[in-house]
């Protein structure tokens, strides 16, 4: 009897995988569409790039996100923690003084050290602390949020040094044949997280820890190291992000990164990455990243609805995609 | 006398997949009509149809002689049709009132009435036979009592038809025996009781008619009396079942392999201590809860304790699962849906999880290793499966424990600790997991076998350590296995005396 049943299911399945890989690919084209009709600007090479480039560090976010979330975690801090590697990166330039290339890479070199230590700070604390994720990163957004604001005495850091600020220019509106560094970079992010979550025993035991962590435990997965280091991978990709963000501004404040862990998981969620874990989906996080920057970029250049409401619209796409996902899921 | 429930050639097929075809049955007043078969025979599709959560695509229904069609499972409820479901659906934070009258709550002036609805469970878990207190949380009885209740909330409806599906599964003989007393209870009552259940002993014991489904087909119905429980596997398996067991390989040395010496763990187990040799297959006897699972546990690394582990004459200490199998040991869980595998990924990641450090070159996984380690799995360990692609979850119990038996035997270990090896695996699988421990211990491996099937022991095993109670109660060695020195051990009492303690003549 089992073996019948499960024989169409089989069939079903296989096809509704596919769709829940390909829905958000299949969504982006749509967008597209839609915003060709809107606006003849929009399909220019200039503005695609435009929104690709601004999609960069949601983006590069959003791949460590996935494998928090794939491993069954969650990271609400990124934001904060965006700000204030952001804030810490900008005064230790500053302390520096020098406007050469050595000074530059010593300050990336500290803000990808502070970033991995905060998601350290992250993962230790959900693994040996036993919390649950949601509430350790919620008191550490709060946390690097005030450290940032303190920082900054409720006003802006800003890069002093002109020289140097000319020198950092162009990670952000460079470009490399035609392409901005902030797609490449991101790519690559994205190329490289793809190859750890898909290629390697520790991609293998992030899904494995993400779909049950008993059976992990049973099966030898050291699961403390695997969760820590979805935390410190996140970090770094934090730190990533910020490296192509200071350039664009120069400058860090106490609203910088606001709002960008809900992009984050709303990028991986639309993706298809199960919320639940056990499931990660990298290319799918790219895509959804560019939806949400397409659908603020198409909301700028129609007049149906105010700009204002970008937010809005963002909250309103990650209740649909999971609507999406538990019909899809729901049809098995 | 009129049957309760009469079903007419039934048939059902899914898509185009006929699951059951053209099977009769009545239920009479006052008899209970097992139904037996291997997993997949069709068993809880026809269940779930009687009992009117699906609906037949063939054949008719009749009620008490009226041709009749359920519109689902409440209307089947209405007319006296309840189902005791095989796992425990109970709301743990809520009092055993709470949960018999969940959805039913009993009220007055549109507040609930706690008073009445606890005066009612006292009432009726009395008329069972128990002493359960209707105040307590759910999630601090024991599974017996656990079932107990949900017999207790089927029961709360006036009943003509009672469907017991797999009871017996998670219950010590003891407590069997009690399920025993409400099922004849329910017999002198009138009321009939369809009885599901692979176990053929208590199908002897407990039915007057016996359903034999295979393959989807009605083989037989045949009264109990004269019919045995070797004839009745014969019938569901459909060839020959004599030789269950296999012979007991006589590589049994006397090299002691794995020595454990006063290990406690905390609310579980106190001051274990026993050996085991090279090539020998060493049974863990005792009723659930007894602590032999923590103890297995707690020894490789899973779960804290303290005591003494030595591995070939050298003091070890297993911080985790992985250091256990690095030294040799491997630990099958009971909890194979739970703790064995991920269901929701497919064969191939199931099978490489633990070992997957052999399928590394370099960094990377070789996926074109892991396909051929999986040919081989699906190969040697005989599993049945339709896709490669499919996902643990949709393979039988039985292949879901081959697949378990081939991920761990990646590791190549020494030691195999198997709990459980085939609860929920069908009769045909059982032989072939026997052969295949049987198999290890001819090849000098050491098994041990925990498990609450005491046949399963005594067929399997070259000497049998019983645990009562968190401690260990003492050892069979191979000459006296038998059933009654088990159960002894298991309870302290013997096994005759154990059916009183339950009917309540001690």
Redesign the interface.
Known sequence: ??????????EK??FNIDMRALSPFIALIALAIAGALINPDFLTASNLLNVVTRSAFIAIIAVGATFVIAGGGLDLSVGSMAALTAGVMILTLNSLGAGDMGTLALGMLAAIALSAACGLANGLIVTFGRIEPFIVTLGTMGIYRSLVIWLAAGGTITMRNFELRELYRPVYFGSVFGIPVPIIAFLVVAAIGA?ILY???FG??V??LG??E?????????IWRVRTLTYIIQGICVGIAVLVYVPRLGSATPTTGLLWELQAITAVVIGGTALKG?VGRIWGTVVGAIILELVANIMVLSNFVSEFLVGAVQGAIIIIAMLLQRSVHRGR | MDSVLRAENISKSFGPNEVLSGISIDLKPGEVHAVIGENGAGKSTLMRILSGHIAPSKGNLHFQGQPITFSGPVDAENHGIVLVHQEILLAPDLTVAQNLFLGREIKRFGFVDDRTMRERTRGILAELGTRIDPDIEVRRLSIADRQLVQIARALLVPHKLVAFDEPTAVLTPIEAESLFAIIRKLREHGVAVLYISHRLNEVKAIADRVTVLRDGRHITTRDMEGLEPLEMARLMVGRDMSKLYPDKPATASDQVILTVSDMAVPDYVENASFTLKRGEILGFGGLIGAGRTELFEAIVGLRSGHGTVTLDGKSVHFRDAREAMAAGIVYLSEDRKGKGLLLQQNLRVNLSLAALDKFTRGSFIDVGAEEKALDGAIKDFDIRTRARDLLAGQLSGGNQQKLLLAKMMLLNPRIIIIDEPTRGVDIGTKEQIYRFIAGLAENGLSVIVISSEMQELIGLCHRVVVMRNGRIAGEVPQADLSEDSIVYLATGVHEERAAEIAAGHA
């Open positions: 009897m089992t073996e019948t049943v499960l024989r169409t299911g089989a399945r296989k190859l290629r390697t025993s293998r035991h899904v494995a779909s049950n008993d059976v992990a435990r049973y099966s030898g997965v050291p056990g």
